[in-house]
Structure formats: structure tokens, C-alpha cells
């Protein structure tokens, strides 16, 4: 059997994308093939669940589009499906006058994509969360929390009940791309198995370099992962905040800072933080990949932005292993926590894009070939704007398609 499509990569983007895509084509075979048992295992699965508004965003640009479009659609297909979430909104807060100065700027940029935020002076915030102390703070209303995992089975089930086929613990091993199709090579069981396909969307993530080259497509980027380290509030704290709270972020960095989220199942996690990972899928304390480091050392992008982000990335490293250090970055706004507070909890992997001059891909990426299309980056917050994303990604596979009928 040749599929007409087949997606690589169960995570949410993936299963939106698939999801989407049998609905634009009921009558086309399409197989979503994951390596994991279970869907959303790795960046999805790792991240603090935030339905994300879209405040950072330039506007006009896709990701403010997205991320806004984003919000209504993941509470509606939440809705749909039964899968519970909370719009308990966000606090953004200032804690000197230069974060101040930089929350001023934000709100301006809240109202000019569209949303609906409040501006908080030190007593509102106090009002609002007696635990939390700062000079001010921005109310983002429309943030909430949810289980992506959930989200990304549900889409997945949809998926199969429009006739869609799904194997989990299908890990592609080789491709090549003849006139007429593309075969893949897979493990699954122990057992090697063909897979042929008319047409060809990898949604990776963490490998997504990898699978792009096993086609033999050239790209000056790689993927450069980095680890965000969570810990995990007692029980006697699940009421410690109302809301989630962020700090004001630094404009020129691309994480969004040490912040407590109220989780779905009640509880609050403190984090993350930003320190390199030495490998994509390394989720516990301690991890090493000896072919990630490779990989990593022996690409000139790394070492670029490295050099480029060098003191900052001392200081979250010392922090990461000096628990004092990361406590102070929460204590900042909440003065209340100490150091037995803090519990151990899992890490996510950020796949960051990376380009050979040491820039980082803060937009989408894409490679592609006469009967592929891969999503090399899809940028944060891609959970939040999963079914945007995939919409997008459809838009641009029925193009491709459409030029190559003409």
C-alpha cells in the first residue's frame, strides 16, 4: 500500500496537522507514525501546560496571529472534547524600575495585537495576590492551563475516527525519495518494516534536522537543545498564587524566565530556567548523549551562540546546580518561598533552532523537497497555536500539491 500522506511525529503539531489534513482530504489515506508508546512524550509532554496569550509577540507577525487564534481554538476544542481546563489568567510583574519600564512597553504591545490585559499598579497587585510583591504588574486575562497530552491523544483520536491510521512505537530509521514516492524505513517491535508515501510531512521536533538530512536535504541549521528545570511546590502551597506568575522578561533573550504556574491537577511548579542540554531527550538530573554532543561541538552555529550568550548561560548553569541561586530568582516576587519548598520535578527540552552564523530561529522554519515538507522550528508557543500551526502546515502541503498538478 502507498499512503497519500504520512506524518512523522506524534506530538501536537503533528497530530493538529493530521488531524486537519484528513479532514481537507476524507478521501486520502494518511498514517501518523510515532517512535514513543504514547503520544506527546517529549516537548509537548514536558512543558508547563500554559495556554499562552500572546503578549511577546511582534505584531502583525504570524506567531501573534497564531497564538491569539490559538487560545480560542484550544478552549474550544477543549470544550468539544471534554478535556478540562482553567482560564485563571497571568500576572506579568515588575519588580525594579527598569522591568517597570519594560512592562510599559509590553502592555503597549498587548494592546496593539489585541489583547485583553489590565494594567496593575503595587496595590492592585497586592490585592489580586498577597504573596506576590512588585512595583506592578500586567493582568493578562485569557492565559490559561491545560494538559497538552491530553489534547494531543484527543487530536490524534479525532484523527482516527475520520479514518486517519496511527502506529505508536514506530521509529523511522532511513528515507529516500524516488520519482513517484517516498519510502521510509522503520523499527517497530524489533521488526524492520517499508513504509511508502506519495507525500511526506515530518513534524520532529527534537530530530527534526535529522529526519530532514536522512532525505539528503541540505540545511545550514541545527537543532541545539536546551533544558528547562522545573521544581515542584508542596501541597500547603497549591493556594500560594491566583493566577500564574511571570517575571517581565529581558527582550533580548528568548525564554520567558523562571515563573509559578498553577498546573491543571492543582498543583504549582517554579521554572523553568535555561541551561544547554547535552541531550534532546534527557529529561532526568544528570543526562549525556554522546552523539547530541557531537553532533553539537562539531556544528560552528554552537559555538557562536555560546560566545554570544556566554554570561548569561553562566549564571543559569550556576543557578541550575546552585539551588540558593535559583530561589532567588522566585523570591524576587515571591519573598514567601525558601529552599525546602522547592521539589524535584521533570525537565523539558526546548528544541531550539540554530543557523550556522549563531542566529536563533525565533519564527518557522521549513525544508522541503518535491514530496516533503518539514517543520524544522516551530516557534514557542507551538502548543498554544497547535491548531493554527497545523492549519498553516496544510495550507502549505495543498500548495506545494497544487503547483506540482499545474
Known amino acids: ?63 501573534a496571529q497564531f497564538c491569539k487564534q490559538g487560545v480560542e481554538d484550544t478552549i474550544k476544542f477543549c470544550k468539544e472534547q471534554g478535556i478540562k481546563y482553567d482560564q485563571c489568567g497571568k500576572l506579568l510583574v515588575a519588580t525594579n524600575p527598569l522591568e517597570h519600564e519594560r512592562m510599559l512597553a509590553l502592555f503597549e504591545r498587548c494592546q496593539t495585537n489585541g489583547i485583553d490585559v489590565e494594567l496593575l499598579d503595587k496595590a492592585q497587585l497586592k490585592a489580586r495576590e498577597p504573596n506576590i510583591t512588585g512595583t506592578g504588574a500586567i493582568l493578562v486575562k485569557t492565559t490559561g492551563i491545560v494538559d497538552y497530552q491530553q489534547v494531543t491523544t484527543a487530536m490524534a483520536k479525532c484523527f482516527e475516527q475520520l479514518g486517519g491510521e496511527t502506529r505508536l512505537n514506530t521509529k523511522v530509521t532511513a528515507m529516500q525519495e524516488l520519482d513517484d514516492r517516498i519510502t521510509v524505513n522503520v523499527e517497530s517491535d524489533h521488526q524492520q518494516q517499508q513504509i511508502e508515501c506519495k507525500f511526506l510531512i515530518t513534524c520532529s521536533g527534537l530530530m527534526a534536522d535529522r529526519t530532514t538530512r536522512m532525505l539528503g536535504i541540505e540545511t545550514d541549521f541545527q537543532i541545539v537543545p536546551f533544558r528547562g528545570e522545573y521544581y515542584q ?64 561541538v562539531t556544528f560552528s552555529g554552537f559555538w557562536k551562540v555560546l560566545k554570544a550568550n556566554l554570561k548569561v ?13 535559583y530561589l532567588k530568582l522566585v ?23 540554530v543557523m550556522k552564523d549563531g542566529s536563533l530561529v525565533h519564527d518557522f522554519l521549513f525544508a522541503e523537497s518535491e514530496r516533503s515538507l518539514h517543520v524544522c522550528n516551530a516557534p514557542s508557543p507551538a502548543a498554544t497555536s497547535s491548531i493554527p500551526i497545523g492549519n498553516y502546515i496544510c495550507d502549505k502541503v495543498d500548495g506545494k500539491l497544487d503547483v506540482k498538478s499545474a
Open 233 to 296: 511546590l508542596g501541597p500547603e502551597h497549591n493556594q500560594i498564587v491566583n493566577h500564574l506568575i511571570y517575571p517581565i522578561p529581558d527582550p533580548e533573550l528568548p525564554f520567558l524566565g523562571v515563573h509559578l504556574t498553577r498546573m491543571i491537577d492543582g498543583s504549582v511548579t517554579v521554572g523553568p530556567n535555561a541551561v544547554q542540554g547535552w541531550k534532546r531527550e534527557g529529561y532526568g538530573r544528570i543526562n549525556i548523549s554522546l552523539r547530541d554532543i557531537a553532533d553539537m
Open 331 to 353: 523570591q524576587k516576587y515571591c519573598p514567601k518561598l525558601q529552599l525546602s519548598d522547592l521539589k524535584t520535578y521533570p525537565a523539558g527540552i526546548r528544541a531550539q533552532a
Open 1 to 63: 500500500m502507498i499512503y497519500d500522506f504520512l506524518i512523522i511525529g506524534g506530538g501536537i503539531v503533528g497530530a493538529s496537522t493530521a488531524w486537519q489534513l484528513k479532514q481537507r482530504h476524507p478521501d486520502k489515506t494518511v498514517l501518523l507514525v510515532e517512535k514513543e508508546n504514547a503520544y506527546a512524550c517529549h516537548q509537548t509532554g514536558h512543558n508547563s501546560g500554559v495556554i499562552h496569550a500572546g503578549v511577546y509577540y511582534a505584531p502583525g507577525s504570524l506567531k
Open 313 to 325: 548561560g553562566l549564571v543559569e548553569t550556576w543557578n541550575s546546580w546552585w539551588k540558593p541561586g
